[in-house]
Structure formats: structure tokens, C-alpha cells
């Protein structure tokens, strides 16, 4: 399994970006994919997860600003970050399988002025 993150970058807070992650090696149907993010001195966290389509878990704190998505098709993942604020700031990380399975190497996201 093989996942790359992209679409990462400086973003002034109120603003918007989309990650990506290209997916391959398996199939992915039936599979939590899911975006984590760890900001600095923090643990990793479960951002949003989506299965077969269907969103599963969506974190309280980016309800109504971000959502995930799969295209399935082409075996992206993405999310999309509207409204980012400061406490946004963080590496994103692709994810199949939870904890114990499959990582992407991170893209890093700063919310700044």
C-alpha cells in the first residue's frame, strides 16, 4: 500500500485548502481511509474517516468547515479545509486501516498572518 499527500502549504486564517492522497497497492473498498493530523508537542488525531463511501467519524472541532471525500475511481482521498484557523496548524497524514496500518509521510498545513 502506497499513500501520497499533497495540497499542503501557508494559508492566511480564514482561508482554504484541499489535500489529496493518492492511494494504491490494494483495494480500497470497504476501508476506513482516513486523514489524521499531529500539530507540534501534540499526539496524532483522527480528523475524519470515510468508508465506502460514507463519512464515519468527523471531529467536533472541524464539523461545518472540513469534509472528506473518496474518488473512487482514481483511489484519491481528499479533504477539504474551509474556515482554517491557527489551531489548524499541523502535519496531515493519509491513513488506511487506522493506528496499526497504513501511513502516508505527512503534509504540513500552517495557518498564519
Known amino acids: 500500500v502506497r499513500l501520497a499527500e499533497s495540497g499542503g502549504g501557508l494559508v492566511q486564517p480564514g482561508g482554504s485548502l484541499r489535500l489529496a492522497c493518492s492511494a494504491s497497492?490494494?483495494?480500497?473498498?470497504?476501508?476506513?481511509m482516513n486523514w489524521y493530523r499531529q500539530a507540534p508537542g501534540m499526539q496524532r488525531e483522527l480528523v475524519a474517516q470515510?468508508?465506502?463511501?460514507?463519512?464515519?467519524f468527523l471531529d467536533g472541532s472541524v464539523k461545518g468547515r472540513f469534509t472528506i471525500s473518496m474518488d473512487n475511481v482514481k483511489n484519491i482521498l481528499y479533504l477539504q479545509m474551509n474556515n482554517l484557523g491557527p489551531e489548524d496548524t499541523a502535519v496531515y497524514y493519509c491513513?488506511?486501516?487506522?493506528?496499526?496500518?497504513?501511513w502516508g509521510h505527512g503534509t504540513q498545513v500552517t495557518v498564519s498572518t
Open positions: 491513513n488506511v486501516d487506522g493506528s496499526l496500518g497504513f
Open positions: 470515510i468508508t465506502s463511501g460514507r463519512v464515519t
Open positions: 497497492g490494494t483495494d480500497f473498498d470497504g476501508r476506513a
